[in-house]
């Protein structure tokens, strides 16, 4: 990072060659991607091994309360995302340092709030998850500790999200480089050396988190100038004009996320309800869908920061083109991520648990979890479309269907005949609904014809 203050913030997306952009763009995405993905890896990795089954469900049950907190709070980083790639197209510069004020410190409140809902509502959920009895108390621990991490990883997100709809990706990787390696540490130390199961993984991850936001919030106060916003505590208000763009924008995303979840959470207590290896199955299952995801999530998220600068510029070719080479990368990757772990199903979970029952209920869980990777492939490309053009509502509406009708109600009737697995299943091939409606408005043509945010 040396010599930051002589770069500029800004990389204009709208010209220049597209593939060498977006490879340059989108890979540190990836590795960031990967980075975040590999420390919760090593969060279940350690905690399996060195902790037992208990532990492992424990950390897998309340992860998926905390991981909803984390997602809602994400997506309103998103909506003031999308503005903020769409101001950069148009060259408003002067409102881009209202609007990344707005963000910040719009998002500081909900971090506040999220915290506080996730101590106070810790057993309540984690009873209605239908946590094995052995986990409970674990998970309760677990849980209220990364709820109070939650205000660094929004803090730390909503940074990271301005930083790259303009066009800076880099930085964020080395952020969370450090908060990965003290994650880790903090695991081997805390869980593999001091005994403190699920709480000590808890505690590493919070601080791992507190070291990524201060960093970001470091590298943003030091290159603050270049994009029209001078760090300083003035700057950290609320423009209501601009909180009205940005809650518009991020609204549907964020109950976009809670239908989703909240109807995964919904299937999850079902699975649970079948015993400690379903429920470690299912947590191990989660975060290999984490790492399966991170290549489609990255060209995601720069496929809505290409799209917003050139939606704002009016280069449409441009976002055809795009289009045509995240889809490209992303299927590259998902049958070389089937490949691996349709090959060598009990490898893969036996880097998690050295329990016999999970590891034999692997092979055919993975034949089931293929599908859900296929999809969320071929889902991302066109999502970012709908992402970076501003159309929210889309993006809702598609998540309701996904989420709750398709999610939940594939899952019950599956389930109500092949019991787990059922279940499963229906989680894993509703993601079809996303694809189809998703490419069905690309292909169409509508988003061309999207106004600018005002």
């Known amino acids: 990072m040396a010599g930051m203050k002589n770069r500029t913030q800004i990389h204009d997306m709208t010209q220049g060659p597209l593939l060498r952009q977006m490879i340059v763009f989108t890979l540190p995405l990836v590795l960031a991607n990967l980075l975040q993905t590999l420390y919760t890896l090593v969060d279940l990795a350690v905690v ?54 707005t963000i910040l410190s719009f998002i500081l409140l909900c971090s506040l709030a999220f915290a506080a809902l996730g101590i106070g509502l810790c057993r309540p959920a984690l009873g209605w998850l239908n946590t094995p009895p052995e986990a409970f108390d674990a998970a309760a621990d677990y849980m209220r500790i990364c709820s109070v991490g939650l205000i660094f990883l929004f803090g730390y ?50 601080v791992s988190q507190a070291a990524a936001f201060a960093l970001s919030l470091w590298y943003l106060i030091r290159r603050s100038g270049g994009s029209g916003f001078v760090f300083r505590l003035s700057s950290l208000r609320i423009c209501a004009d601009k909180l009205r763009v940005i809650v518009k924008l991020a609204l549907p995303l ?12 919904y299937i999850s207590s079902y699975i649970n309800s079948f015993g400690l290896a379903a429920a470690s199955l299912a947590g191990v299952g989660n975060k290999l869908n984490s790492l399966m995801t991170m290549v489609s999530s990255a060209f995601g998220t720069a496929m809505a920061t290409i799209v917003g600068q050139n939606i704002g510029a009016g280069q449409f070719g441009r976002i055809r083109r795009s289009l045509g080479i995240s889809t490209a990368i992303n299927m590259a990757v ?7 772990v349709l090959l060598f199903p009990q490898a893969v979970f036996g880097l998690f648990t050295d329990d016999a029952e999970v590891l034999s209920l692997a092979p055919h ?27 929210t509502m889309l993006n809702l509406g ?24 059922g279940y ?31």
Request: some cysteine; proline content about 1%.
């Open 424 to 454: 499963f299943a229906g989680y894993c091939l509703a993601g079809a609904v996303s694809v189809i409606l998703g490419w069905a408005y690309v292909l169409s043509g509508r988003w061309t014809k999207r106004k600018l945010l005002q």
């Open 48 to 101: 399996g091994h060195f902790a037992g089954s208990e532990a492992l469900a424990a950390v897998s049950v309340s992860g998926q309360v905390t991981i909803f907190f984390t997602l809602v709070g994400t997506n309103f980083a998103s909506g003031g995302q999308i503005y903020v790639a769409q101001l950069v197209g148009q060259k408003r510069r002067e409102e881009l340092g209202q609007a990344v004020g």
């Open 254 to 265: 964020v109950l976009m996320q809670v239908s989703i979840h909240l109807s995964m959470l």
């Open 398 to 421: 598609i998540s309701i269907l996904d989420g709750v009708a398709a999610r939940v109600g594939l899952s019950l009737l599956l389930g109500r005949h092949y019991g787990m697995w």
């Open 334 to 340: 998902f049958l070389l991520f089937a490949a691996v």
């Open 365 to 391: 869980y993975l034949r089931i979890a293929v599908w859900s990777y296929l999809f969320f492939s071929l889902m991302s490309p066109p999502n970012g479309v709908i992402s970076g053009v501003g159309n």
């Open 157 to 206: 997100n909503a940074v990271c999200a301005v930083l790259r709809d303009m066009g800076e990706s880099r930085a964020p990787t080395w952020f969370i480089a450090v908060s990965a390696a003290v994650n880790v540490a903090g695991d081997l130390l805390l869980v593999a050396g001091l005994g403190m199961g699920a709480a000590g993984a808890a505690i590493a991850t919070a």
